[in-house]
């Protein structure tokens, strides 16, 4: 294969923080190792317009401990069209770039896997999403950062729960995985935690409930992933209401506030040794690949497996949150 001389990176679907470390690492090694270096700005849908601007060391100053992402994101409904990444291709080939570095989650590296499968550009992924529901890494960009935004906010809220003895449904991000409910849920010491790895826990919780009712706990605090089978906080809460009136029953959906904020140490380093790894994995004459970590190690995972695999949550560890709630 001709040496690559010129690369592009994008940020495509939910932003996640560390998602500028990743962009700053890729700049920079690109640039040490005299590739030249171009930002594709909103994703996919910049791709397919030619939305281009070269990347210099400076560019990405100051950017490390920032949230969000520099490029802009967007979820790009064209490019899952055969016409749409024909749009990009040719505006790839126009600009003369050799390779591109993906940033993002499901969406993004399945769009990456089918423009891999039609075209001759070759792509490496990395992985960014708060849900770190990807195969192939133990550990995505971004959800360190949420975790800790929703173990802060959680704390907040069981200070109001235990003053007025109430019970509070939490509802955290998620789309299909439990991975952030989980381990907040660990992390809070919540009583319950529902997650759509599990199915029937609701009758579970209501008997939970019972005993806790008799027990007088003085406040619960049950999480409950986005993406669980009960419809989410405001159903399931509606569901125990009517069975346990004498609860004080609340609802707090977390939401957006999750993305945001400045990154962890964790997803910081993190973002940096996948962003040098993806342009060294280029200039090895990878393509089709996502990088990760895994036992702490640099690994590599085609996109074939990364999207295709499902990532487990350890559910029998479940028991472990059970045990300690008490
Ligand atoms: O994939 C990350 C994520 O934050 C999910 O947890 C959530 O379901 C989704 O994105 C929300 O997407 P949007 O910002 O497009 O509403």
Redo the contacts with the bound molecule.
């Keep these: 294969m001709a040496k690559i001389k010129k690369i592009g990176v994008l940020t495509s ?2 932003d ?1 923080p560390g998602m500028n470390a990743a962009i700053r690492a890729v700049t920079r090694t690109g640039i040490y190792n005299r590739l030249k270096v171009i930002g594709i700005r909103h994703g996919y849908e910049g791709m397919i317009n030619g939305h281009f601007k070269e990347l210099k060391a400076h560019s990405v100053s100051d950017i490390i401990q920032k949230g969000g992402t520099i490029l802009k994101t967007a ?1 790009s409904k064209t490019f899952r069209t055969i016409e749409g990444r024909k749009q990009a291709y040719e505006k790839l080939k126009a600009e003369g770039m050799d390779a591109v570095v993906v940033i993002g ?2 969406g993004t590296l399945t769009g990456a896997r089918k423009f891999s499968e039609e075209f001759d550009i070759p792509f490496v992924g990395i992985p960014g ?3 770190n529901d990807i195969y192939g890494t133990d550990y995505t960009i971004g959800y360190d950062t949420a975790l800790n935004t929703v173990v802060e906010a959680i704390d907040k809220i069981r200070d109001t729960a235990s003053s007025h003895n109430r019970l509070f449904f939490i509802e955290v ?3 299909d995985a439990g991975f ?1 409910a989980y381990r907040s849920g660990i992390a809070c010491g919540a009583e319950a935690i529902l997650i759509p790895e599990i199915k029937g826990q609701v009758e579970g919780l209501k008997d939970f409930l019972e005993k806790g009712f008799k027990r007088r706990k003085s406040a619960n605090i049950i999480i409950v992933s ?2 669980d089978e009960s419809g989410g906080a405001f159903s399931i809460a509606k569901k125990v209401k009517k069975d346990f009136v004498d609860y004080d029953v609340r609802v707090s959906i977390l939401g ?1 506030m ?2 945001g904020g400045t990154p962890s140490a964790y997803d910081r380093v993190t973002a940096s040794l996948f962003g040098h790894a993806a342009v060294q994995a280029l200039m090895d004459d990878q393509k089709s690949v996502m990088v990760g970590m895994d036992n702490g190690e640099i690994s590599h995972c085609t996109f074939n497996k990364a999207i295709k695999k499902n990532k487990t949550l350890d559910v029998e560890k479940m028991d472990i949150a059970e045990i300690l709630s008490i």
């Design positions: 679907g939910g996640a979820r989650g499901d999403t708060i849900d991000m998620g789309r952030i986005e993406g957006h999750q993305r």
